[in-house]
């Protein structure tokens, strides 16, 4: 089947690594951001992936015709911004039949095969991955009943409008005669389709448990980071230590002194840590760290430096990037983006 990732970000909250790579491209351990989207199902029942995106789009395209990928890539541009809904509505003279659709921040638990499975069964146009969450306001809500139907839908509630703490989970299978319910141009799917097919009983909903991450933030692509390392998701590299961390070879893990504490990040390849501390953090190709540093919930680009004795927290280091010896920072970029 195929299936359409919904990418047309600059991907702001992770810069500035964006600035050169685009969001989709960036790697969680030994896979880009989009295959681990995309793995939601199983490799064997997807035949081609269609990235909905405007930015870096030729970088994204360059990447998959290079790479060894067990499926076909097409790449439908943006040409201004398009809106989650005008973005899958641009797909419409690409796909066809029942196809998957994903936000392309997502990494979750979600077997995206067990709601091709629901969509058959329930015959609607659309069927949504649920997730609960204590506060919802940040997402859109839905009521669910007892066969699975999802009878409202709303977008970014206040408070006093919340009436569910189950939230729309941004993984989908649709018929293709959801295009039928979207109007031209830009808008957004969640506030002007969603809400038109629940009022119908066209919309279905299944929960699931075990993890979500939406990995658009520094914060949330550690996070991303540890939950593929606790549940397995790469192919290659090895794992080390008490807290464990994933190394993109032996060679990457040859690269850390006897020294350096690392808990719950990613190393790759090229890399080399001096006696430092470095949790929860990841780093790019040939990021050097030296000695006495800390670093927590750190983004450290390609081929970047951090000097000894750095006390970093929730710092994006650009790619190449060099910081001075002692440089104590508490979030932000390095360099400064102001």
């Known amino acids: 089947m195929q299936v359409v990732v919904l990418a047309g970000g600059v991907g702001s909250r992770l810069r500035p690594w964006t600035n050169s790579i685009p969001k989709p491209l960036l ?143 941004g993984s989908y299978i649709f018929n293709d005669d959801v295009f039928d319910w979207m109007p031209q141009g830009r808008h957004s799917i969640e506030r002007d389709v969603f809400p038109k097919l629940a009022a119908e009983g066209l919309l279905s909903g299944l929960p699931f448990e075990g993890y979500f991450i939406d990995a658009g933030t520094p914060e949330a692509w550690n996070l991303a980071v540890k939950a593929s390392i606790d549940h397995g998701r790469h192919r290659t590299g090895r794992l080390h230590g008490a807290h464990p961390s994933w190394y993109a070879s032996e060679e990457a893990l040859k690269g850390m002194t006897s020294a350096s504490v690392i808990e719950h990040s990613m190393v790759s390849n090229g890399c080399t840590i001096g006696g430092s501390h470095v949790v929860m953090s990841t780093l790019l190709k040939g990021a050097r760290i030296g000695d006495a540093a800390d670093l927590r919930s750190c983004l450290v680009g390609e081929g970047a430096s951090v000097g000894d004795g750095c006390q970093l927290n929730g710092v994006v280091v650009d790619h190449g990037a060099n910081v001075p010896a002692g440089t104590i920072q508490e979030g932000g970029t390095w360099p400064d983006q102001a």
């Open 27 to 169: 790697p969680v351990l030994d896979q880009t951001l989009l295959e681990h989207v995309v793995s939601s199902l199983p490799v064997d029942m997807v035949d081609e992936v269609v990235v909905a995106g405007g930015y870096k789009v030729d970088q994204i395209k360059a990447y998959f015709e290079a790479a060894d990928a067990p499926f076909d890539v097409r790449i439908v541009p943006e040409d201004e911004p398009l809106g989650t809904g005008g973005a899958l509505g641009n797909c419409r003279d690409v796909v066809s039949g029942t196809f998957a659709c994903f936000n392309g921040d997502i990494i979750s638990s979600l077997d995206a095969s067990s709601l091709l499975s629901m969509h058959r069964t329930n015959g609607s146009v659309g069927t949504l991955g649920l997730w609960e969450v204590e506060d919802p306001t940040r997402f859109g809500i839905v009521g669910l009943d007892e066969g699975n139907m999802i009878t409202r839908f709303k977008e970014k509630p206040a408070p006093e409008e919340v009436f569910s703490n189950l939230i729309n989970a």
